[in-house]
């Protein structure tokens, strides 16, 4: 497995107040400690990007989303009822929810906390205050996101084991694998090579997700050249990254735009390598590396999948060619009596 991993920041923050002169300061403060920082200046602009973010939330990952800073005392939509909505959203309930608002009285936390806030920062507040809740709640759903994983991680490779073994037919298990691929782990592309054990040649044999105009050179490559022959030869999975600026990657593009990432992992059965898998994301971050271990696994299983359907291709082929010879056979023995 290769481990040179994308260095991502340490958490994305949204800031949700109408004073700009506040979410400029904690942006300063919280980016010099690492986070990225989504700024929205009115309750109505926090809401629209909760939609965003609920709509390509899938599985158990919220993509582009850590923690919510939230101001309560906002014109139209306020705190509150930007809490209730995150904490009423299946998709995005999990994510850590700290009110930091002027308002001190007894009765406005009690509110915070039945909306479901998962901390309360009066201002004016101290740095260290505000950086130590923020480590807390993203520690807190670190955990939580860890054990929703790998429930994720287990159905997705029970789902792509079963439908890559629900057919002998070659074609089949590829389309089958791939559209489950997609489907659990909401990637964008994958591409699957088989290699012929004679002439180590790796061909394309399905693929899904790109837009039209594959590369003729992405199409057939040998074992041992480029990404898809290297992991062949090592049996070593491959993550790269900012693909777009790969001259290896150039001309692959996905149907809803470019890619950024590309995880490729062996295609095994027992100790013996049938092909690669290349699977792409949008993200740059989006691989790391849990999920190219979870790859290996199915790329495991999918392997296994694909030699039984090469196996029961190839006896096919055997009985076709048995019954003609003792047809042929046959015949001679009729013609002999005559």
Same mark, same amino acid.
Not at 17 to 36: A, N, Q
Not at 57 to 63: D, I, L, Y
């Given at each position: ?47 629209? @990007? %909760?939609?965003?973010?609920? /709509?390509?939330? !899938?599985?158990?990952? =919220? ?6 800073? &939230? #101001? ?74 860890? @054990? %929703?994983?790998?429930?994720? /991680?287990?159905? !997705?490779?029970?789902? =792509? ?6 057919? &002998? #037919? ?169």
């Amino acid at each position: 497995m290769d481990n040179s991993w994308p260095k991502a920041p340490r958490g994305t923050i949204l800031v949700v107040d109408d004073d700009k002169g506040t979410v400029e300061l904690i942006r300063m403060m919280l980016e010099m400690r690492g986070y990225k920082i989504v700024p929205a200046y009115a309750g109505q602009e926090a809401m629209a @990007l %909760l939609d965003q973010v609920a /709509e390509r939330t !899938t599985g158990w990952k =919220v993509p582009g989303l850590d923690l919510i800073l &939230l #101001d309560i005392m906002m014109p139209g939509v306020d705190g509150f009822k930007i809490c209730q909505r995150v904490k009423d959203d299946p998709k995005l309930c999990h994510i850590p929810v700290i009110m930091v608002t002027a308002l001190e009285r007894t009765s406005d936390k009690i509110a915070a906390v039945e909306f479901g806030a998962d901390d309360y920062i009066t201002k004016p507040f101290q740095p260290e205050e505000l950086a130590a809740s923020i480590k807390a709640k993203l520690q807190v759903k670190a955990r939580e996101e860890s @054990l %929703l994983r790998r429930i994720h /991680e287990l159905s !997705t490779l029970n789902a =792509v084991a079963s439908a890559a073994s629900y057919s &002998l #037919d070659l074609r089949q298990v590829l389309a089958n694998a791939t559209e489950r691929l997609i489907e659990h782990m909401d990637v964008d592309a994958v591409a699957v090579f088989l290699l012929d054990d004679r002439t180590q040649d790796l061909t394309l044999a399905h693929q899904q997700g790109f837009a039209p105009g594959m590369p003729a050179y992405r199409r057939h490559t040998k074992s041992g050249v480029g990404v898809v022959g290297q992991v062949a030869h090592t049996q070593k999975s491959v993550l790269r990254v900012d693909i777009g600026k790969d001259p290896e990657f150039e001309g692959v593009m996905g149907k809803k735009g470019p890619l950024q990432a590309c995880a490729v992992v062996p295609l095994r059965s027992s100790d013996r390598t049938i092909g690669v898998l290349e699977v792409y994301h949008h993200d740059t971050y989006y691989f790391d590396e849990l999920s190219l271990a979870l790859l290996e696994e199915i790329g495991a299983q999918v392997g296994v999948a694909v030699e039984n359907a090469q196996l029961f291709q190839h006896t096919q082929i055997l009985l076709i060619k048995s019954s003609a010879l003792s047809q042929v056979a046959g015949e001679g023995g009729l013609n002999s009596g005559d």
